[in-house]
């Protein structure tokens, strides 16, 4: 299993990232996968899912209405379109392979980095 972000950069508040994070390894197809994120000094914390066939998301609290996730399973990818980023969005975001809805993941990608100026 191999799950590789990208995406990641230096945005001012306001401003607009997607992240995506290509998938191989295993049937993508078939797992719901997960955008989470930790800052310094912080606990990680889940900012959005999406099960296998798009049926379903889940977002956070903080990133309703901002952020979307996304798939396209014939590219083994997934997205987190983020918009209206706010300097509490700084972070580092890890994509994850989902074993049970919503949240617990099994294989975590190495981050990319997500810095908002204010």
């Known amino acids: 299993v191999q799950l590789v972000e990208s995406g990641g950069g230096l945005v001012q508040s306001g401003g607009s990232l997607r992240l995506s994070c290509a998938a191989s390894?295993?049937?993508?197809?078939?797992?719901?996968m997960t955008w989470y994120r930790q800052a310094p000094g912080k606990e990680r914390e889940s900012v959005a899912s999406?099960?296998?066939?798009?049926?379903?998301?889940r977002y956070a609290d903080s990133v309703k209405g901002r952020f979307t996730v996304s798939r396209d399973n014939a590219k083994n990818t997934v997205y987190l379109q983020m918009d209206s980023l706010k300097p509490e969005d700084t972070a580092v975001y890890y994509c994850?392979?989902?074993?049970?809805?919503?949240?617990?993941?099994?294989?975590w990608g190495q981050g990319t980095q997500v810095t908002v100026s204010s």
């Open positions: 994850g392979r989902l074993t049970s809805w919503p949240v617990q993941a099994d294989y």
């Open positions: 999406i099960k296998s066939f798009s049926t379903s998301t």
């Open positions: 390894g295993f049937p993508f197809r078939l797992y719901g």
